[in-house]
């Protein structure tokens, strides 16, 4: 609550020239100076003039009916008969606000008052039904000293209320009123909306200057924003942080101590705190940035686009007719004859394992090439793992070859093996048409 609304609901539930609201020390009790209110026009003295000609009214209405319905004696006079019914007809009215007040003494020492309010609730309803029934059947008079009676005890009612309400905020006994956020928002946002509520009755203090002032619409909103989302993500986090403790401890007993005693939501809070949140952005940076395309074939082979300024720099050269084509003189150069191997130097086992051993190499290269970098130190292993479940007359399959490779201590997630087992695949491919082509 502002300043400014401090001020109008001091103006409206207090008569009180009340000081300053003074600056509170750091480590006092925020609520100390939270019912002090500034000095101000108070309109509540319009309501003890309404309260007492209402007041007056209804003690006149009470003494109508006294003076109608009660059985004089003709020689008693008027006057004697007025004087004689004023002190009933004042105690039956007053006595309800009479009630109400020691209620409210009760009320703001902490207590519930529920005797004193019932009584007081009781004497009006008395009061008000001889008001009404006593005036019956002249509905004007009875409607009009029924509702002065009535208003006059629930205007009493009400300021008493305020000024009770004034008295307990001053002494921190209650909260200061939350800003006004409007039907829709609250119809739409029930939850947040009243937790903005509590959290701005509630406040803060100043880290610098150690004074308390509640917060605002805008500012209580985004703090109750800001801690509902804390509260979802913050289980979340200890959640982990009990697994990790837990498989930290080789005996269950201690692991159950040490997640029984250690805080978890303290332990969640101390790691959202020390979240590098720049080197995580350059970390994902590469996420969200549009990949560079390498330059294509086309673009390395066509020549380079002559310079402008080297064209016009240059001197104009004269034409020069062609020189003719003397056969003779320029005889395209023919290329050499590749020599022939001797059939002397191997023999054709040896040919038949250099083939081999070509074809070998020229398929490793290939399948290296082909696989990722970080899957050609595996495939060794996919071969070995290959080779076993030949051994053994199982299906080479992705499944069967993933559980092998773990199970000889190679960690692969599947989708990189089913890229060695293509890789596995166009090896037995290219050997077995290699094999074919050596002649029997």
């Not at 319905?69 to 009933?88: D, E, G």
């Not at 004193?116 to 059947?137: C, D, E, K, L, N």
């Not at 005889?331 to 051993?357: I, K």
Request: with cysteine.
């Amino acid at each position: 609550m502002t300043d400014h609304t401090r001020k109008g609901a001091a103006a409206i539930s207090t008569t009180e020239r009340q000081p300053t609201p003074a600056p509170i020390a750091k480590g006092g009790n925020p609520s100390e100076g939270r019912g002090r209110r500034r000095a101000s026009w108070a309109p509540a003295r319009w309501a003890y003039s309404f309260y007492g000609v209402a007041a007056t009214g209804a003690v006149i209405g009470q003494t109508w009916v006294a003076l109608e319905h009660l059985p004089w004696p003709p020689a008693v006079p008027l006057a004697v008969r007025v004087l004689a019914v004023l002190p009933f007809a004042l105690c039956l009215e007053l006595l309800a606000m009479a009630l109400a007040a020691m209620a409210d003494e009760r009320m703001r020492l902490g207590e519930r008052a529920y005797g004193f309010r019932t009584f007081s609730a009781v004497v009006a309803v008395v009061a008000v039904g001889i008001q009404v029934v006593g005036h019956w059947p002249v509905l004007y008079w009875s409607s009009v000293f029924g509702v002065l009676s009535g208003s006059a005890y629930a205007l009493w009612l009400l300021h008493a209320a305020a000024r009770r309400r004034d008295a307990l905020r001053a002494m921190g006994k209650l909260a200061d009123t939350a800003p006004a956020y409007g039907l829709w928002r609250r119809v739409r946002h029930p939850i947040w909306t009243a937790r903005a509520a509590d959290l701005a009755r509630e406040g803060h203090t100043d880290a610098d200057t150690g004074a308390w002032r509640p917060l605002g619409l805008y500012e209580s909103l985004r703090a109750a924003e800001l801690m509902m989302r804390d509260e979802k993500r913050r289980p979340a986090v200890a959640h982990a942080v009990e697994k990790v403790v837990r498989a930290d401890q080789w005996d269950m007993r201690m692991a159950e101590i040490a997640v029984h005693t250690l805080d978890l939501d303290r332990l969640a809070a101390e790691l959202a705190a020390r979240v590098d949140y720049q080197a995580w952005a350059d970390r994902l940076a590469p996420a969200i940035t549009a990949p560079v395309l390498p330059p294509t074939p086309q673009d390395t082979d066509s020549p380079a686009a002559p310079n402008p300024a080297s064209t016009e720099a240059a001197p104009e050269q004269p034409h020069q007719p062609p020189t003719p084509h003397d056969p003779d003189t320029h005889r395209e150069a023919e290329p050499d004859p590749e020599p022939r191997p001797d059939p002397h130097d191997h023999n054709d086992h040896d040919e038949e394992q250099d083939d081999d051993q070509d074809d070998d190499e020229e398929f490793d290269a290939d399948n290296d090439a082909a696989l990722a970098p970080d899957l050609v130190p595996l495939l060794p292993a996919a071969r070995a793992a290959r080779d076993e479940l030949l051994g053994e007359g199982s299906t080479v399959s992705r499944d069967a070859l993933a559980h092998r490779l773990r199970r000889n201590g190679t960690a692969i997630r599947n989708n990189r093996v089913s890229e060695l087992l293509n890789a596995l695949r166009r090896e037995e491919a290219s050997l077995n048409a290699a094999h074919s082509k050596v002649p029997a």
